[in-house]
């Protein structure tokens, strides 16, 4: 009667319930959620399989032993790769603890379910540090593992999550989609490709390199160690063009100059002539000294040096310039030099010198002889045609004419 009783309270459906629908069976439970649904306690004398979701059990963590059975395989463990989440589940921490993890290397969220980790909290993968994926394979380094899931969210799940120690892409992959990057702080690259269309804002670009077919620029470009500047069509410079080293150097086409003028300060060679069809200015050096105290003419200063103190004995001139005559012309190519200065029946000039040497030129003065003696009021004009017959070697073709 009592065995009766007993198998009477068993099939009541408080007790026992099966789900024939869903092949479900619940202990204890009217509607089973899973397989088998048990609401209380289940004691057995051993427990097989994977049991890295079971509470409070000290090993479940570690994962399978490979061979309960046997003496030594049931201590030793293995961990499948990937943790799979079929349903929508959220991590929490207790206050007790710092982190969450699993033994898992991976973890795969399908489309239709949903990783929460809650605010503030840390699911670490791959804590064992086993994975082929980790810095240190074999090393408990906890820093392995990754989550594959579908996308990645905020926890409310309307924004972007936080990346706090920033992200790392290997190499040969990148960062793809139809949207847009938006960084507030420093980009950094190896190298940018692709258009740059939609490039906005006021920022600061330092490049090595800039290949394109056009650039428009609505404030200044600065330019610093620019070797040469490569132009297929025109080049225009709307508030001037300043040279200050090594010239312009027209080999074709000439230099066309509609308004405003040219101004150099220094030697200009022209090649195949020069059309000028205006007034032709030519800057004088005006030195308040006379040439016996400062007889180095730099020709970076032009071509015309005016002394307008009078002069109290003789002097030999020396033209050079900052790169050097002799580097400045080429052979067969002239320059002309004036020098001004007031004799003062003292000062006259019957030697010349060219980049501080008197060497390697042969003076031819007008008249057929050096001057001997100074004029005794006026101005001299002492004018000097510079011909480069040779590496460092000048003819001379000197003339002084005073003006009273």
């Known amino acids: 009667m009592t065995r009766a009783r007993d198998l009477s309270r068993l099939s009541n459906p408080t007790n026992f ?52 059975d046997q003496a030594g395989l049931d201590v030793i463990y293995y961990t499948n790769k990937i943790l799979g989440i079929g349903e ?52 408990l380094s906890g820093n392995g593992g990754r989550v594959r899931a579908g996308s990645i969210t905020d926890r409310p799940g309307t924004g972007a999550p936080q990346l706090t120690f920033g992200a790392e892409v290997p190499v040969g992959y990148g960062i793809t989609g139809a949207g847009g990057i938006n960084v507030t702080g420093v980009v950094t690259a190896g190298s940018f490709s692709g258009s740059a269309t939609g490039l906005t804002g006021s920022p600061d670009i330092t490049v090595r390199n800039i290949t394109g077919v056009g650039m428009t620029l609505s404030g200044t470009l600065n330019y610093e160690d620019v070797t040469n500047v490569d132009s297929v069509g025109l080049v225009t410079a709307r508030s001037g063009l300043r040279v200050t080293a090594g010239g312009v150097n027209v080999t074709a086409g000439g230099v066309h100059v509609v308004g405003g003028g040219v101004t150099v300060a220094g030697i200009a060679t022209f090649h195949n002539g020069a059309d000028f069809n205006a007034i032709l200015l030519e800057n004088v050096n005006i030195v308040a000294n006379k ?114």
């Open 291 to 404: 040439l016996s105290a400062a007889p180095n003419l730099n020709l970076d200063n032009g071509m015309v040096h005016y002394f307008t103190t009078n002069e109290t004995t003789t002097a030999n001139p020396n033209v050079f310039s900052s790169v050097g005559i002799n580097t400045e012309m080429a052979i067969g190519e002239t320059i002309s030099v004036q020098v001004l200065s007031k004799p003062n029946n003292a000062g006259y000039f019957p030697r010349f010198s060219i980049d501080d040497k008197l060497t390697g030129i042969t003076t031819y003065w007008n008249g057929g002889s050096a001057p001997s003696s100074a004029q005794s009021s006026g101005v001299d004009l002492n004018s000097y045609q510079i011909i480069k017959t040779a590496n460092d070697t000048f003819d001379v073709l000197a003339n002084t004419s005073n003006f009273a």
């Open 88 to 139: 929508t589940i959220t991590v929490t921490v207790p206050s007790s603890a710092d982190i969450a993890y699993t033994q898992y290397q991976e973890i795969s969220v399908t489309d239709d379910a949903d990783l929460i980790i809650s605010p503030g909290d840390e699911l670490v993968p791959d804590i064992l540090g086993i994975g082929t994926n980790v810095q240190q394979p074999g090393v």
């Open 17 to 68: 319930t099966v789900d024939t629908t869903n092949n479900r069976l619940g202990l204890n439970s009217t509607s089973p959620d899973a397989k088998l649904d048990v609401i209380g306690i289940v004691s057995a004398t051993a427990f097989y399989g994977d049991g890295s979701n079971l509470e409070g059990v000290a090993s479940a963590g570690l994962g399978t032993a490979l061979n309960d």
